[in-house]
C-alpha cells in the first residue's frame, strides 16, 4: 500500500480535469481499507470510485483513498435465479457484460454506463427504464470511525430517483465495498419500452430479442449520443430529468405542445431536461473547452484543457436560462466538489 503525495487525478475522473490530491492511496483489499481509516481517524478523507460522476474544481486538500477492490463471484442460484456479487472497484460496464456472458438478466438496460460497481448504488443508476434498486439484493460498507462492517438491504438503502440513504441520511459514514445483485437465469422480463430500443431492435431486423440484444441496442444508442470520456472528458447526465406536477404539466405543454414527457403517475410527469437544455439553445454551446455536447444536450464535456470552474460556470449559466424560460429548477445529477 503505497502513499503518493501532490499527486494528479487526471485520471481518475471522467471530465478530465487536472486537479492534484495532497495524497493519494489505492485500496485493494478490505484490511488496507481498515488499517487506513484507522490511521487516518482524525482527518478527513476523500473517498474515490470510478470517478465517473464527479466535478472537481480544484485540488483536494484531503487523502484520497481510491477504491480498487476487485473480484465477482456467483453467491447462489436457483433454477430461476442467481444472486451475484461484485467488489466495489469492478468497473461497472465490464461487470454488466459479465452477468451476459453468463445468460444473466435484469442488468443489460444499465449496459455502457461509466463508473465502478461500488458507487452504483450511492447514485442509484439508471437508464431506459431501469434502474439500478430493480435488481440490487444488498451490499456490504465499512462505517468510517467504527471500522465495522455493515450488510444493507433494499429497504436499508432507502432508493429513490438517482438517490439513496448514502447521498443523504449516511452521507460520508461508510464506504461500499462490495454489491450484490438478485439475476434472472431464464424466462428474462424484457424492458423495451423507450423508443430508441425499439428503434434500434427494428433497425437490425430483431424481433425476440434476447437480453444479449438489448445489451447491444443500449450500447449503440449510447455511443451514438454520448462522448467516450477516452477521446472528450465528461461525466455523461450532467443534470437529471425533473418532475413536474400535473398542473405545471398542463402549462408546459401549453406553451410548448411539442415537448416530450413521461407520465409517472396521476399527478407527477417527468420532462427530459436534454430537451429543454436543446430548446434553451445550448446544444452544441462551446466557451473555450468547456461545453455542452453536439448530439446529447445533456451532456457538458471538457475538449481538452476546460476547468472544473469553467465546467460548473457553465452548468450555473444553463440552470439559470431553464428557469428563465421554463420556471424549471434542473438539479445536477454530477456530484459537484
Excluded at 47 to 74: E, F, P, Q
Excluded at 137 to 162: G, H, I, P, W
Excluded at 283 to 292: E, L, S
Aim: proline share 3%; charged share 25%; aromatic share 10%.
Amino acid at each position: 500500500m503505497q502513499i503518493l503525495r501532490n499527486y494528479s487525478l487526471r485520471e481518475y475522473n471522467s471530465f478530465g480535469i487536472d486537479v492534484k490530491a495532497d495524497k493519494f492511496i489505492s485500496i485493494e483489499n478490505v484490511a488496507d481499507l481498515k488499517e487506513v481509516l484507522r490511521k487516518n481517524y482524525s482527518s478527513e478523507l476523500f473517498v474515490l470510485g470510478g470517478g465517473s460522476n464527479m466535478l472537481l474544481t480544484g485540488d483536494i486538500h484531503k487523502t484520497v483513498v481510491h477504491i480498487a477492490l476487485k473480484g465477482k463471484r456467483i453467491i447462489s442460484e436457483t433454477d430461476e435465479e442467481v444472486i451475484v456479487e461484485a467488489e466495489a472497484g469492478e468497473n461497472w460496464h465490464q461487470f454488466v457484460l459479465w452477468t451476459l456472458e453468463q445468460n444473466f438478466g435484469g442488468l443489460e438496460n444499465l449496459s455502457l454506463i461509466p463508473g465502478n460497481v461500488g458507487t452504483a448504488p450511492i447514485q442509484n443508476i439508471g437508464a431506459y427504464g431501469v434502474e439500478l434498486k430493480d435488481t440490487f439484493y444488498s451490499c456490504r460498507a465499512m462505517n468510517v470511525q467504527t471500522l465495522e462492517e455493515k450488510k444493507f438491504s433494499l429497504e436499508d438503502c432507502d432508493f429513490e430517483y438517482r438517490n439513496s440513504v448514502f447521498k443523504h441520511k449516511l452521507k460520508g459514514q461508510y464506504i461500499i465495498t462490495s454489491v450484490q445483485f438478485r439475476l434472472s437465469k431464464k424466462d428474462h422480463r424484457l424492458n423495451t419500452d423507450y423508443g430508441a430500443i425499439t428503434s434500434e431492435l427494428e433497425k437490425n431486423k430483431i424481433t425476440s430479442p434476447t437480453i444479449q440484444d438489448i445489451s447491444k441496442a443500449v450500447i449503440a444508442i449510447r455511443n451514438s449520443k454520448l462522448p467516450d470520456p477516452k477521446k472528450i472528458g465528461n461525466s455523461g447526465s450532467f443534470f437529471k430529468n425533473p418532475v413536474v406536477n400535473a398542473e405545471k404539466y398542463k402549462e408546459l405543454i401549453t406553451e410548448f405542445p411539442e415537448m416530450p414527457s413521461y407520465k409517472i403517475s396521476e399527478d407527477v410527469v417527468k420532462i427530459p431536461a436534454g430537451w429543454l437544455i436543446e430548446k434553451a439553445g445550448f446544444k452544441g454551446y462551446r466557451n473555450g473547452d468547456a461545453g455542452v455536447h453536439k448530439n446529447q444536450a445533456l451532456v457538458l464535456v471538457n475538449y481538452g484543457a476546460a476547468t472544473g470552474e469553467e465546467i460548473f460556470y457553465l452548468s450555473r449559466k444553463i440552470q439559470s436560462a431553464i428557469k428563465d424560460k421554463f420556471d424549471i429548477e434542473l438539479e445536477a445529477e454530477v456530484n459537484i466538489i
